[in-house]
């Protein structure tokens, strides 16, 4: 597999296409956007978590930017629910096999009969975890033991972040498995429990604000307060940056010498 990436506050956001993701070696993806960054910022774990992904794509406009604002480097936002579409339709034409693991068994129904509609070449899967915070080690070894017993292709994972991530970092050699996808709210979307946006507002890098005006109780914060936050992030990087050029133009050093982008 070609992972072509790019490194971006401190990330290597992936800026490949989905083709290149095969079936051949166990592959971790994750998602990163403007939240997650921030979290994981007060959060080790999950940050760890983060970067041992195998393919990190740039879920939002927010990490869009920050790569072209920061490495003038144009990458494409490549959402979950991208990561969702192009691996069905994938495993639809090889015949292939998928496994849900998250949300609740109402929603995994939801699920399993809109693939057996659009998809009849898939076999599928699924298993509802307990909802709680903290998974013990009796809930993951349920979790595994279902996964391993049908020896998916695909394994989506749906928990939210930065559960989902934290939980595949800490089990990933134990899933019987090659691809593991952490799509958190896809579930819900593809089952069609919660709206996802128009299209429009998607086309228009304005998929957050209309998450925002469908949820405002659950995404205020998200947007609102941690939006802030990312951008104050952002700059900080920026004028470490520039602060760097500074030093290097001002000894006369070569700057062809000096990987910048690692910041």
Known sequence: ???????????????????????????????????????????????????????????????????????NVKIQKIAGAD???????KLNEECGSCFYLGSSEATLKKIEDRIQKEYPNISVHTYAPPYKAVFDEQDSEKMIAAVNQHAPDVLFIGMTAPKQEKWIHTNKQLLNTKVI???????????????????????????????LILEPRRMWRRYLYYGPVFTLHLLGKKIKLANRYKRIFSSGTNVSKHPLSKH
Request: contains cysteine.
């Open 83 to 89: 990561l969702h579409q192009h691996l069905l339709t």
């Open 1 to 71: 597999m070609n992972n072509s990436s790019t490194p971006c506050m401190g990330y290597p956001l992936f800026n490949g296409s989905l083709m290149d993701l095969s079936f051949q070696d166990k592959t971790i993806v994750n998602t990163i956007n403007q939240y997650s960054f921030c979290i994981a910022e007060e959060d080790d774990e999950f940050k760890e978590a983060l970067m041992g992904s195998d393919m990190l794509l740039p879920d939002g406009v927010g990490m869009v930017f920050a790569s072209f604002f920061l490495e």
């Open 181 to 211: 996808g952490s799509i958190g709210a896809v579930f819900d979307f593809y089952a069609g429990t919660v709206k996802r946006p128009a299209r429009m507002w998607i086309s228009l890098g304005l998929e957050w604000f209309g998450r």
